[in-house]
């Protein structure tokens, strides 16, 4: 009897691990906190979020844009002071970030202007310039292609694309880190953005 059951065991062994396989996946699936759904990005945009500087003919020409544009942190300065409300603290110069504020930053202001393209009144013609003329690139056409983008995941990188210029270390790790990855053709040691910066809800 008891060898029976051994045999009719291991005639369901396969279905049993097959079946505890996907158990265990969708256990992860159900646990996993970092991912796109709470970013609110589409899955193509997350994934490619923290490969932006990685690639050289899209930091090229991002570079060559922002340095037709003068005085980074006077555009940034001008930004922030549109949100007051959120940049409580910011002043002239200042650099100075915090987690807290980006996310505030992203979820109450930048991620509403994307869902209402009439919001973009509020950005200043500096930075809409820049963010026009990136998409217009080359190397963002390239990256676009390569990570599959949709139409709707290049609007959403117009979104993407504000958030990082409106940073208030933006100009300072254009000049320190992007500027001379391009002149010295070498890899850039930051990310242009780290993706667990969205992996939280917020946000309507």
């Given at each position: 009897?008891?060898?029976?059951?051994v045999?009719?065991?291991?005639?369901?062994?396969?279905?049993?691990?097959?079946?505890?396989?996907?158990?265990i996946?969708i256990?992860?699936m159900?646990?996993?906190?970092?991912?796109?759904?709470?970013?609110?990005?589409?899955k193509?945009?997350?994934?490619a979020?923290e490969?932006?500087?990685?690639?050289?003919?899209?930091l090229?020409?991002?570079?060559?844009?922002?340095?037709?544009?003068?005085?980074?942190q006077?555009?940034?300065?001008?930004?922030?002071?549109?949100?007051?409300?959120v940049?409580?603290f910011?002043?002239?110069?200042?650099t100075?970030?915090?987690?807290?504020?980006?996310?505030?930053?992203?979820?109450?202001?930048?991620?509403?202007?994307?869902?209402?393209?009439?919001?973009?009144?509020?950005?200043?013609?500096?930075?809409?310039?820049i963010?026009?003329?990136?998409?217009?690139?080359?190397?963002?056409?390239?990256?676009?292609?390569?990570?599959n983008?949709?139409?709707?995941?290049?609007?959403?990188?117009?979104?993407?694309?504000?958030?990082?210029?409106?940073?208030?270390?933006?100009?300072?790790?254009?000049?320190?880190y992007?500027?001379?990855?391009?002149?010295?053709?070498r890899?850039?040691?930051?990310?242009?953005?780290?993706?667990?910066?969205?992996?939280?809800?917020g946000?309507?």
């Amino acid at each position: 009897m008891i060898e029976g059951f051994v045999e009719l065991l291991g005639d369901y062994r396969p279905y049993f691990w097959v079946g505890l396989l996907v158990i265990i996946k969708i256990g992860l699936m159900l646990t996993d906190k970092s991912n796109f759904k709470g970013s609110k990005l589409s899955k193509n945009v997350y994934d490619a979020l923290e490969k932006l500087y990685d690639d050289r003919d899209f930091l090229r020409d991002f570079v060559e844009i922002l340095k037709k544009e003068g005085n980074l942190q006077d555009i940034i300065d001008d930004i922030l002071v549109n949100y007051k409300d959120v940049h409580k603290f910011h002043f002239k110069g200042n650099t100075e970030r915090s987690r807290g504020t980006d996310r505030l930053m992203w979820s109450q202001y930048i991620w509403k202007m994307l869902k209402d393209s009439s919001q973009e009144w509020r950005w200043n013609a500096p930075e809409k310039r820049i963010i026009d003329n990136v998409l217009k690139s080359n190397g963002y056409r390239k990256f676009s292609k390569k990570h599959n983008f949709t139409k709707e995941d290049d609007t959403m990188m117009r979104a993407v694309f504000y958030y990082i210029i409106s940073r208030p270390d933006f100009a300072l790790n254009v000049q320190k880190y992007l500027v001379p990855a391009v002149e010295q053709n070498r890899s850039v040691i930051i990310r242009a953005i780290d993706r667990g910066d969205f992996d939280f809800t917020g946000g309507s």
